[in-house]
């Protein structure tokens, strides 16, 4: 069940068979449907999320209660409030299913004891940060360098299938304009093709 | 020389003597001038820079030609372009020092062979990865749910000091509005106070 967090840990650290049944023993596996949360605001992140297959969505209610999507993750990405699951402290997210999604998780509790049990995992998370905070970077570069319709090309080419399969008005959220904004992109974008 | 380093470390790790006398061995100290660069677009980023004192930036210039800044670090914060610095390919971006500024430094080589001899650094590097992923998360969800004004608020409130050290025009950059823009903010909130 587990597998494809192992290879992917594989990737960058070695893990014999005796580690890899601890990692197994300290994650748990769930399956969520469609607008299924592992997480409201108001409560606390309870786990730290690999994304086996499908897609979840972090966002934010606005002051104007819109929702704001900061995050989006597809399978081979982690998905958590770290702040939150760190600290133990309510969050200001929402994590949600986008899709049928299914995930491996891990308590704040087990994560602490697996990185005593096995401290080379520091390694494969402190990667796993890093590769997170300059995908950020990119993403606030993107907003603060250009326009609305430059970062529609740019994600769009990035990663075509993933625009495809996401609802068109999580895109434009994520993108930080309006679906009717995306709208006039596409229709402009098709005339072009 | 690097005891704030060592230090800073000692918060979230135990080193011994020994241990302590190796990390310092994988440093260099440099002293920057106001306005000195550690890393050039263009360039590989060949270090992470701890900020022993004063304030680096980092910043990309955007097709128009503008300096777009996307971080600053003060003392306690690591600096770097680490993609550039992991994968030791060419940088996008310029890191310069905002005011005279003394960095403890690690070249790439130096770093990985670090992480051997102490692999619970990789801890350490974890954590602060995390706090800096945190940081960039909050940073775009100011962007994508506030005004340039409530932007402004907020960083101010969150780092009055900070806000009165660093030249005008780079504040109001890093916070994605003319300078012109975060005078009538100044203007407003003197006549409010």
Redesign the interface.
């Known amino acids: 069940m587990f597998k494809y967090l192992l290879d992917h840990m594989l990737r960058y650290i070695d893990l014999d068979e005796e580690e890899k049944a601890i990692v197994t023993n300290h994650f748990k596996y769930k399956k969520l449907s469609k607008k299924d949360y592992v997480l409201k605001s108001g409560d606390v992140c309870q786990g730290n999320y690999f994304i086996l297959t499908g897609c979840l969505r972090l966002y934010?209610i606005?002051?104007s209660g819109a929702e704001?999507i900061?995050?989006f993750g597809i399978s081979g990405w982690w998905m958590s409030d770290?702040?939150s699951f760190?600290k133990q402290l309510p969050s200001d997210y929402y994590i949600q299913a986008v899709e049928c999604t299914e995930v491996a998780f891990i308590s704040k509790a087990n994560y602490e004891a697996l990185?005593i049990k096995i401290?080379?995992l520091?390694?494969y998370?402190?990667i796993m940060?890093?590769i997170?905070?300059?995908a950020?970077?990119k993403?606030?570069?993107l907003?603060?360098?250009?326009t609305a319709e430059e970062r529609y090309h740019s994600f769009n080419k990035a990663f075509p299938d993933f625009v495809q399969r996401i609802p068109q008005y999580m895109l434009a959220s994520f993108l930080?304009f309006t679906p009717g904004f995306l709208s006039l992109l596409r229709a402009k974008r098709s005339k072009v093709d």
Chains 1, 2 share one sequence.
Do not use: S
């Not at 907003?143 to 250009?146: D, E, I, N, Q, V």
């Open positions: 934010v606005t002051n704001q900061l995050h770290l702040d760190d990185m401290p080379k520091n390694k998370f402190r940060m890093q997170a905070y300059t950020k970077l993403k606030l570069e907003f603060l360098c250009h930080g």
